[in-house]
């Protein structure tokens, strides 16, 4: 069985894999990670793999969980090229290892296709990957949550709360006006990422792939009026072309 481990500043994304079959995604707080739990909950792990944006802390708790336990243990980050797919940041290390992991999942579902990959979390970061496996560069725009904060928390008089919507029209309150505003400067986005793409980018008839993944990507399907996959695992996907290495004893 092989443990993917996707840490981020505050929560946590894991799942295992075995016999090629993913289970479904866990949500759990990253100061929830300790040896303890570890060992608690994945004794039959062989393998594992880990991709943080967090401190190098949880880096340390793992890599020496997987010594203890002889377990393959694997620390990713951005690279300039890896399975011939290649980043089009200048400085790699510098480009998000979600996003990274974004090209490579995307790289294996849709081979050879133009796609834009859409990931909806904390940021929402839109990344164009060539039908060649290049890497065109991408957008990023503060999240839902991040653009909602934002207003109420410098403005004095806006006043709201989150609401879920389905879908995006004028509105006659303070509240849904905040909420729609920040639902429809997303949606936006990636109407004009597609727009941008087939008129720098692509082919005159080159089709573009849309994929949508992240934690607002559900939402965000059903208020942009295109074709799109939903992909919830898609970062794991890409993790999972790694292989771990045997931890050192």
Known sequence: MKLLIDAG???????????????SITNI?????????LAQNFATVEQCLVSNVSDEKLNAIISSWCKKGSIQYGFIES??????VQCAYDNPKAFGVDRWLGL???????PNQASLIVDSGTATTIDLLSSKGKHQ????????DLMFSSVINNTSKVQA???VIEQIKFSSNTSHAVNQANWAATAGLVTTAIATAHKHYLQPSESLNVILTGGNAKQLA??????SHLIENLIFIGMNRYHAIKAHN
């Open 9 to 23: 500043n505050t929560h946590c994304k894991y799942l295992t894999v075995q016999n090629g079959i993913f289970s």
């Open 79 to 84: 690279e300039a090229e890896r399975f011939n």
């Open 137 to 144: 560069g991408g957008w990023i725009l503060p999240g839902i």
């Open 29 to 37: 707080d990253t100061e929830q990670i300790n040896q303890h739990w």
């Open 222 to 227: 059903q208020l942009i009026d295109v074709k």
């Open 161 to 163: 709360t989150p609401e």
């Open 104 to 110: 490579l999942g995307t790289n294996v579902l849709f």
